[in-house]
């Protein structure tokens, strides 16, 4: 085995105040694709809250160092591997200055985290660490100043943060870590608009693009603006200066960047045109446009004090943003959605070798920690302490927190506190959310007895890498009673555990009712109840909670597929009754029964089988999946033509949740009808008005074995857009049957399109590899090698990205020994590659254990 240096592990305990604040700092670029020079000068002093008398080290990577200079004076220190150090003994005990010249090269700067090019045009992504890539600086969160920044470029749009104060020149008034600092030169066009904030504060809106894509841009601004005027009415927060930028960037390794008034966005988070984005694009623009606006004053006005306190800024804002979709959109429905999501990425993180903690107290490599833990987790965390405390008083800890906290970088003790003061709660058994990882197991059983119903509650929680105690949470499980005809009999109530065991009592009952626990999902936490069909069947027809409606037909499903799975049990009449009713259900929602029809994916079965277990058999699932949609097709065909034609969306293209909603349920129907006969989604893949529909046709027929002139006339019709060209690849790969599907995402990665160094374009193939489940997995381990081989190839290219796609593998613990094996051989082969890097490394080292 290769050897490799024992990376060190940042921890949390060890922090301490940096030893110097940064009052002042003008940085000065001369950008060049390969011999980009940046100056910087840095007014510094002593920080009187740290140890007096440290040397200055200052972070630095892949930086040429062309001269420094203390107070004008030159000096003579090199840097070394990872920064500079100044000495003590050079260092005068009050102000100074300090100024740097630096060389560095963006055009070679294939990480993507830094500065670097794209198309072109000169960008930045700074969080976490990619400031030291541009300059010698203190790169952390708490260390927080003024920039002033300039450059000299032929290019035509050169943007900073803050004001602008001339050509190329911007002026950030606020206090800002280094990790907020952005710069774009490029020429690009503007898609401008305005918005007036509540004090009368007029702000100049642009969203950058590439001439072709100015008129892809309107849904971004609109989003935009809405986000603004929500955060005033909802959070009455505020922008706080005169103008805020979005730049579109074709290469970028996540979705968006909060940069202190100039966000840059992947662009398939702004581009959006009726036929090149489809209603989920819609909806995630929406979604991301607001979050990076929210981070103005969750993250940004606040920011952390370190990287261990990232979910104060991202668990938060996702909250907000979530909070944001449920009143643009609909709030029963984006709370299905949210739930499903968080089931298929945390709850399977939580559950395997890479779990940690919503706050970790360690880390190798930061950027390996931009989770769903950290973010969904985090989010599903504030929503019990609102529901803990109730909205008024949540409404009061904010508004503590804004003013407490604003200019500050803060940590999850500052917000409990926070919460604390403004409430009276003690939180100290609430803040094991925040410190211990795993997902809670919740038992629930009851009885009745002269007229009293008693539910026993027990939680238990597994223990995680690293965690093998875990202490009992506080966990508020919202409850409601239906009566066996379906009436209310107990309206939502809050139950809020702390021990290990509970008891609720319920008196005055004519008849044993059926709970209905953990309504909205009030906790992230895996509910184990031994409920009947029939009670199933009852809730899914009458639970005035929206979600646990829902939840009680996937319940249905669930049982049915595992039941045929592991006992060949046919499938069930009454989950085909029950669901026929709902969706035959004119009064519901159209997004509703698109959400209800949808089997649980292959990955939630498998999820669900191992947590219950038994070892998942990829094949198995995927043919008791197929064989249910079939039943349930053939028991809703004599409905399903009337119903194809009542959900047509007539007239424009509406980007609306509803108009959204009937395109998805006549999708969802045309697929099951797609299991009987092909035509009408041929019919209706000729007949598309949009990407959802042209996509969502394309994808039934390729489910069915069909498809292939299609295939051939959307790549004819899309082949000079990148982002819809992005789904042509990635659709062909999950909608492969299980033993085609290596085979095909090999043959794609040799396609002359096939631009791997491009994030976006990597994702669309390989984690569409990953994502066709039944495929990855299949016994021949050919998907375990293939995304393996890429890994290693992506790796020195792209460490992020090549780290992140490699959680594919975290899953390995479900399996039989036969993948084991050859998961963990491929996990092993890749550790071995030489110079791998700190982010893969930490990875593989992980998910090995
Ligand atoms: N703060 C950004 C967001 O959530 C994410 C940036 C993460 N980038 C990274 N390279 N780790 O909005
Ligand atoms: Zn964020």
New binding site residues.
């Given amino acids: 085995m290769t050897a490799h240096i024992a990376p060190t592990a940042i921890l949390l305990s060890d922090y301490t105040p940096f030893s110097h604040l940064i009052d002042h700092v003008t940085l000065h670029f001369t950008l060049h694709p390969l011999q980009t020079r940046v100056s910087a000068r840095l007014s510094l002093r002593p920080n009187p809250a740290a140890v007096q008398g440290q040397d200055l080290r200052l972070d630095g990577e892949n930086l040429s160092l062309l001269s420094l200079a203390l107070n004008g004076k030159p000096l003579a220190h090199a840097p070394d591997e990872t920064g500079l150090t100044i000495p003590a003994a050079d260092l005068p005990n009050g102000p100074f200055t300090l100024e740097t010249e630096v060389e560095i090269s963006p055009q070679t700067n294939t990480s993507l ?1 830094g500065l670097y090019m794209s198309n072109g045009m000169y960008c930045t ?1 700074c ?2 660490q ?1 400031f030291r890539k541009i300059t010698f600086y203190p790169d952390r969160p708490d260390v927080m100043a003024r920039f002033d920044v300039t450059m000299d470029t032929d290019l035509p749009t050169q943007l900073s943060n803050g004001n602008p104060t001339g050509p190329g020149a911007w002026h950030d008034p606020w206090p800002k870590p280094a990790y907020l600092f952005a710069l774009v030169a490029g020429d690009l066009v503007a898609h401008t608009d305005h918005f007036t904030t509540l004090s009368g504060r007029r702000v100049t809106l642009n969203i950058y693009t590439r001439a072709g894509d100015a008129h892809k841009c309107a849904y971004a601004m609109d989003s935009l603006i809405r986000s603004m005027r929500w955060d005033e009415q909802v959070y009455g927060r505020e922008y706080d200066l005169d103008i805020f930028n979005i730049v579109a960037v074709d290469d970028f ?6 940069n202190k008034g100039l966000n840059i966005f992947n662009s398939k988070l702004v581009l959006a045109t009726p036929d090149t984005a489809t209603d989920d694009d819609y909806a995630r623009i929406e979604a991301v446009i607001a ?2 606006y929210f ?1 103005n004053w969750t ?1 940004n006005r606040i920011t952390c004090r370190d990287w261990f306190q990232l979910c104060l800024k ?1 668990g938060l ?1 996702v909250y907000r943003d979530q909070q944001f979709s449920g009143d643009m959109r609909s709030a029963p429905v984006k709370r299905i959605e949210d739930v499903l999501a968080l089931r298929a990425r945390q709850f399977r993180e939580d559950g395997g070798p890479l779990a940690h903690a919503v706050r970790p107290d360690s880390y190798v490599e ?2 390996n920690f ?1 989770t769903a833990t950290i ?1 969904e987790k985090g989010a599903e965390v504030i929503g019990m302490l609102k529901t803990l405390v109730g909205d008024a008083a949540y409404a009061d800890a904010l508004n503590l927190y804004f003013t407490r906290h604003d200019g500050h970088a803060a940590t999850i003790e500052d917000w409990l506190q926070v919460f604390t003061d403004a409430t009276g709660h003690d939180l100290t058994q609430f803040k094991h959310w925040y410190t211990q990882a795993g997902t809670p197991h919740l038992t629930l059983t009851d009885d009745f007895k002269n007229g009293t119903y008693t539910l026993y509650i027990k939680q238990n929680n597994p223990t995680t890498p690293g965690q093998p105690h875990k202490d009992p949470k506080v966990i508020p499980i919202a409850l409601g009673l239906l009566s066996t005809s379906g009436a209310e009999v107990l309206p939502t109530t809050i139950l809020t555990l702390t021990q290990a065991e509970h008891s609720f009592e319920f008196p005055n009952l004519t008849a044993k009712p059926i709970p209905s626990a953990l309504r909205g999902f009030s906790a992230p936490v895996v509910l184990h109840q031994t409920q009947s069909n029939t009670d199933r069947a009852i809730l899914l027809a009458h639970d005035t909670d929206a979600f646990n409606k829902c939840e009680a037909g996937r319940a249905l499903a669930k049982s049915a597929l595992t039941d045929h799975i592991l006992h060949q049990t046919p499938t069930p009449h009454d989950w085909l009754a029950a669901i026929t009713a709902v969706t035959r259900e004119t009064t519901l929602d159209p997004a509703f029964r698109a959400l209800t029809l949808r089997l649980p994916s292959d990955d939630d079965i498998a999820q669900t089988l191992h947590a219950s277990g038994h070892i998942p058999d990829p094949a198995a699932i995927h043919a008791a999946r197929r064989t249910l949609q079939t039943d349930l097709a053939n028991h809703l065909k004599p409905h399903l033509p009337s119903l194809i034609a009542a959900h047509q969306t007539p007239g424009d293209f509406s980007p609306s949740a509803i108009a959204a909603g009937h395109r998805a349920f006549r999708l969802g129907l045309l697929s099951l009808m797609a299991r009987i006969d092909t035509a009408p989604a041929t019919h209706a893949y000729q007949n598309a008005k949009s990407m959802t529909e042209q996509l969502g046709a394309l994808a039934i027929l390729l489910d069915n074995g069909m498809g292939q002139p299609e295939l051939a006339q959307f790549h004819a019709q899309w082949q000079n857009d990148r982002l819809v060209m992005d789904k042509w690849f990635g659709l062909q790969i999950s909608m492969a049957a299980p033993d085609h599907a290596a085979h095909i995402t090999k043959f794609l990665t040799e396609h002359a399109d096939f631009d791997w160094k491009n994030p976006n374009r990597f994702r669309a193939v390989i984690a569409s590899l990953a994502a066709n489940h039944a495929g990855f997995h299949h016994a021949s381990g050919q998907g375990y090698a293939l995304l393996a081989d890429w890994l290693i190839k992506l790796d020195p290219v792209n460490p ?1 990205t090549a780290a992140r796609m490699s959680t594919a593998f975290e899953t390995w613990p479900r399996y039989d020994q036969t993948r084991q094996t050859l998961i963990r051989n491929e996990l092993s082969r890749i550790r071995q590659t030489p110079n791998l890097s700190r982010n893969l490394g930490e990875m593989l080292d992980r998910m090995l254990g």
């Fill in positions: 985290d992504q969080e976490a990619g390794n996540m979705g968006a960047m909060e979050h990076e981070h993250g991202e804002t930061i950027n931009y973010y992020q």
